[in-house]
């Protein structure tokens, strides 16, 4: 194990590094935060809306959870940005005491709106909720998240769709980097919320280096990794985590943005990364499927109508515990109760498998728990190739 080192990650933001895996790029760090100290890598369940779909803040507690990311456009339209700082800010509407994370919106601008114009004065689209035309701003972005009051809170960026080739993407990527800077400019509360930039440039990795020394010379708390994840070959993937990490400051945490499949957040934890988010299993909850060593769990089918054991015999979530494979086939698209008790499994799964990482790493077991894990995922032996590559990358052969 190495001994720990604290990096002076900023003035709300302490990151302390607890050991490194001495064949690959993972670690694990402590990462201290205004609501709660964050052992990393971690992932981070999203709760879009101020809350995760189907459960209770005391039930996400309960799972040892210690952060979860909102979402600020959805929450700056509802219930509105200045309700919520009326209210004491997100923590005390959703009666939520630990760590939190808001994203910028930008992401939402283009996925969901209807798009009109990407200017240097910002995004302008027509609202899917009121159908008005709404122009949102690097400033105005920065000031719903002041208002939401999130321990971590995300820079607008320009997004561009990963596949996206040319131009555009150069022009989103320098872009980003203005933008940024009109992110600190406009970020009121620096000593209790932190800013990071994200790093942008699509799988052309001349621009990723050029976004990635202009905005290390930003000096921020941390750093994300964007724009990926949005159908891109795994290949290409990894190899974009893989570049930011190298050169990405030791002393901050490194965040990929829109991660939750368990293959992924191993890998990329290999790669160096810190920090993950995805709706992936709450969303896939909805749809009756649990994540479980193996991979997934379609509770639909009717191979389990007779099934008594739990979802997963090792599992200590109070689904596992309480309820059946059969009592959950029953009630799958019935009743909502199904989506609350899967989902309750499916983070418990997520936050034990980060739990597994972070352990390997301090014992420098690392390569191994890699290795178990994917023959428990792959029984016979035919992981995707695009994992193997990456991980022998850092040392670590599947």
Not at 172 to 198: G, K, T
Not at 277 to 300: E, K, N, Y
Not at 321 to 327: D, E, G, I, L, N
Not at 373 to 398: E, H, M, Y
Request: aromatic fraction near 8%; include cysteine; proline fraction near 5%.
């Amino acid at each position: 194990m190495e001994e720990g080192t604290k990096g002076n990650a900023g003035d709300c933001l302490q990151w302390e590094v607890i050991a490194k895996c001495s064949t690959s790029k993972a670690r694990t760090a402590r990462m201290t935060l205004p609501h709660s100290v964050v052992e990393t890598p971690v992932f981070m369940p999203v709760g879009t809306q101020g809350t995760l779909k189907g459960l209770l803040p005391e039930q996400v507690t309960d799972l040892d959870c210690r952060i979860i990311l909102g979402n600020t456009y959805h929450l700056g339209h509802r219930p509105g940005h200045e309700l919520v700082r009326k209210a004491g800010g997100l923590h005390q509407m959703m009666n939520w005491d630990r760590s939190l994370l808001t994203d910028s919106g930008g992401f939402q601008m283009v996925s969901l709106c209807k798009l009109m114009q990407i200017t240097e004065e910002g995004v302008r689209f027509e609202s899917p909720h009121t159908g008005e035309e709404t122009l949102l701003t690097p400033e105005q972005s920065i000031a719903i998240q002041n208002a939401l009051g999130a321990d971590i809170i995300m820079q607008l960026d320009d997004v561009v769709h990963v596949l996206t080739t040319g131009e555009r993407v150069e022009e989103a990527m320098r872009r980003s980097v203005r933008w940024l800077d009109r992110c600190i400019s406009a970020h009121s509360r620096p000593h209790e919320q932190n800013l990071f930039p994200i790093i942008q440039g699509g799988l052309d990795e001349r621009l990723r280096r050029e976004c990635l020394t202009e905005m290390i010379k930003r000096q921020a708390p941390g750093y994300a990794i964007g724009g990926l994840s949005g159908g891109e070959e795994k290949s290409s993937f990894w190899r974009i985590v893989s570049l930011c990490t190298d050169y990405l400051p030791d002393d901050k945490p490194r965040y990929v943005m829109g991660i939750g499949w368990p293959i992924d957040l191993v890998v990329c934890s290999a790669l160096g990364a810190d920090m993950f988010d995805c709706v992936f299993p709450t969303r896939t909850a909805r749809f009756g499927t649990a994540l479980v060593p193996s991979g997934m769990m379609h509770l639909t089918r009717n191979e389990f109508l007779n099934d008594f054991r739990p979802i997963q015999e090792d599992c200590g979530c109070n689904t596992c515990k309480r309820y059946t494979r059969s009592y959950l086939h029953s009630v799958i698209n019935q009743e909502t109760i199904a989506c609350h008790l899967v989902s309750i499994h499916n983070i418990q799964y997520e936050l034990t498998l980060m739990k597994g990482i972070r352990e390997s790493i301090e014992k420098d077991t690392f390569p191994a728990f890699v290795k178990e894990f994917f023959v428990k995922q792959f029984p016979n032996g035919d992981p995707p190739q695009w994992a193997r590559d990456a991980l022998a990358s850092v040392g670590i052969t599947i």
